[in-house]
């Protein structure tokens, strides 16, 4: 199984900062990387798929960039509505998700 | 709009199983596929498996591999999940959530989670 390991596991930010989080595969996805936006009591909600490209309706402040092994989700200047759990999934043999990041103030 | 509705919570003895249904609308069932996945309280995502009503193929992560089957019924655009031989570790939400029909992609339209508890 491919694991997927996110840094860091918590981050403090406050609103109007840049946010980075890393997500690391074991073995290349190539570009089948996913991130999610998960806040307490409700389903995930998708962002960013194949690793760069925005959901529609996200606001364009999320980005996604990295390809093989190594990938970031930036949020470029953080708003209250972002404090949440953030996750990646690869989808490139089967499926895995990294153990989740927590944006906190 | 696409929806996805599933079954009421369930409580479970250890060594039961449980199967949860995905009930869908707004779309054409049978051209997507569905995933699985469960979070245990204060945890984690956790894929399961997947299935495609689009070409009729399923996987299954090597965790769940012989204890979990996955279907799909295209007569009433409803998914289902069964979970066999239940223990503790298993008591968490199960999500299903659409996938394309032709390979395992990522969710954009997840159900609300269906809570299964397993206690004796």
């Known amino acids: 199984d491919i694991q997927m390991t996110q840094s860091p596991s918590t981050l403090s930010a406050s609103v109007g900062d840049r946010v980075t989080i890393t997500c690391r595969a074991s073995q290349s996805v190539s570009n089948w990387l996913a991130w999610y936006q998960q806040k307490p009591g409700n389903a995930p909600k998708l962002l960013i798929y194949?690793?760069?490209n925005l959901e529609s309706g996200v606001p364009s402040r999320f980005s996604g960039s990295g390809s093989g092994t190594e990938f970031t989700l930036t949020i470029s200047s953080l708003q209250p509505d972002d404090f949440a759990t953030y996750y990646c999934?690869?989808?490139?043999?089967?499926?895995?998700f990294g153990q989740g990041t927590k944006v906190a103030i | 709009q696409v929806q996805l509705i599933q079954s009421g919570p369930e409580v479970k003895k250890p060594g039961a199983s449980v199967k949860i249904s995905c009930k869908t609308s707004?779309?054409?069932?049978?051209?997507?596929?569905f995933t699985w996945v469960r979070q245990a309280p204060g945890q984690g995502l956790e894929w399961m498996g997947w299935i495609s009503a689009y070409i009729g193929y399923t996987s299954y992560s090597q965790k769940f591999q012989g204890r979990v089957t996955i279907t799909a019924d295209t007569s009433t655009s409803t998914a289902y999940m069964d979970l066999r031989g239940l223990t503790s570790d298993d008591t968490a939400l199960y999500y299903c959530?659409?996938?394309?029909?032709?390979?395992?992609?990522?969710?954009?339209?997840w159900g609300q989670g269906t809570l299964v508890t397993v206690s004796s």
């Open positions: 999934q690869q989808y490139s043999s089967y499926s895995t």
């Open positions: 707004g779309y054409t069932f049978s051209n997507y596929g």
């Open positions: 194949k690793a760069s």
């Open positions: 959530a659409r996938v394309s029909g032709t390979y395992l992609g990522p969710s954009e339209y």
